[in-house]
């Protein structure tokens, strides 16, 4: 069964970084692509940023020059680096895995980050 693991949330003053790891497990396959996202109260989920295994990244324009997402040396493993945080970045983010084109996202828990002003 596959299983995503989140963690680095946390309480982060405005300005400050945090870093967010994924973890994989549960699977042999290869990941396609892995993905952040994030739901503040009230608001609907979006896509924060996305990597293939190749390496190709994604990102949504509110994170664009602040957030880093990159694989990390273990495989099916990523890492998203905050900088720069707002309290607008406040919400839970979540991991997603895709094995393969048109399959459906695997999710994480969800790890809350909190920005402090």
């Known amino acids: 069964q596959v299983q995503l693991v989140e963690s680095g949330g946390g309480l982060v003053q405005a300005g400050g970084s945090q870093r967010l790891s994924c973890e994989v497990s549960?699977?042999?396959?290869?990941?396609?692509?892995m993905a952040w996202y994030r739901q503040a109260p009230g608001n609907q989920r979006e896509l924060v940023a996305s990597?293939?295994?190749?390496?190709?990244?994604n990102y949504a324009d509110f994170v664009k020059g602040r957030f880093t997402i990159s694989r990390a040396n273990a495989e099916n493993t990523v890492i998203l680096q905050m900088n720069s945080v707002d309290v607008k970045d406040t919400a839970t983010y979540y991991c997603?895995?895709?094995?393969?084109?048109?399959?459906?996202?695997?999710w994480g828990q969800g790890t809350q980050v909190t920005v402090s002003s």
């Open positions: 997603t895995v895709q094995f393969r084109t048109g399959a459906s996202l695997h």
């Open positions: 549960g699977t042999g396959l290869r990941f396609r692509t």
């Open positions: 990597i293939t295994h190749s390496g190709s990244t």
